[in-house]
């Protein structure tokens, strides 16, 4: 079965300093992989999402994501942090395969907290 | 320009009570899914529906029901309410081959 780890519970970082929250999955074949973020009290918003080409993905709110094969890692980056990035991120993968209909398993959140 | 829209937004119930969650989408999805939150557990997959008239099991689906009588409307079914199911519900949509989900703003459901 898939899985996503996120290893970081709670990341603390100062107003434009640089943010990297990991991600790494297991998964056999290859996968379609998300990003999204969740700030309190609303729903869970797609940052960005790769499914084949390119190994580095943009997204909204100046994001950007790399695919590594050979580490599993799909880690998101963003170079200058805001502080209303503040919020909750979720990584999260897909069969590629038709017959996964999309169903997506999430790993459990990177809580991002930035200081003034 | 509505995207998924979930009733309620707050519900307690008592335990061995029903209710239904409600969940709309405008955007002519095939695709919906309805997840629960709980904390440090990320996101987990109850039911989800490829289509009017076809839904099938997550990885969590017990003490739930579904039904798609349109490709609008998905609505979950709480039956005999236990503590176990306090937990905030989203309901999402994404259209076939995209997987880029909508999600609604979800449903925060205590039970007591």
């Known amino acids: 079965a898939q899985s996503v780890t996120q290893p970081d519970i709670h990341i603390t970082v100062s107003e434009g300093a640089s943010l990297e929250l990991r991600c790494n999955y297991s998964?056999?074949?290859?996968?379609?992989l998300f990003w999204y973020v969740q700030s309190p009290g609303q729903g869970l918003q797609l940052l960005l999402k790769?499914?084949?080409?390119?190994?580095l993905v943009q997204g909204i709110k100046g994001f950007e994501a790399e695919f590594k094969r050979s580490q599993s890692s799909f880690n998101l980056r963003k170079p200058s942090v805001h502080w209303s990035d503040a919020a909750e991120y979720f990584c999260?993968?897909?069969?590629?395969?038709?017959?996964?209909?999309?169903?997506?398993?999430f790993g459990q959140g990177t809580i991002l907290t930035v200081h003034p | 320009n509505a995207g998924v829209t979930q009733t309620p937004k707050f519900r307690i119930l008592k335990i061995g009570q029903s209710m239904t969650l409600q969940c709309t989408q405008d955007m002519n999805h095939n695709y919906m899914y309805w997840y629960r939150q709980d904390p440090g557990m990320g996101l987990k997959l109850i039911y989800y529906s490829v289509g009017a008239g076809i839904t099938d099991k997550g990885e969590v689906p017990n003490g739930y029901n579904v039904s798609r009588s349109t490709t609008e409307d998905f609505p979950l079914r709480l039956e005999l309410a236990a503590p176990s199911q306090t937990s905030v519900y989203f309901c999402?949509?994404?259209?076939?081959?995209?997987?880029?989900?909508?999600f609604g703003s979800g449903t925060r459901l205590t039970v007591v």
């Open positions: 999260a993968v897909s069969n590629a395969g038709g017959t996964s209909y999309g169903k997506l398993t």
């Open positions: 998964y056999g074949a290859t996968p379609y």
């Open positions: 999402a949509s994404s259209s076939q081959g995209d997987y880029g989900y909508t």
């Open positions: 790769y499914f084949s080409g390119d190994t």
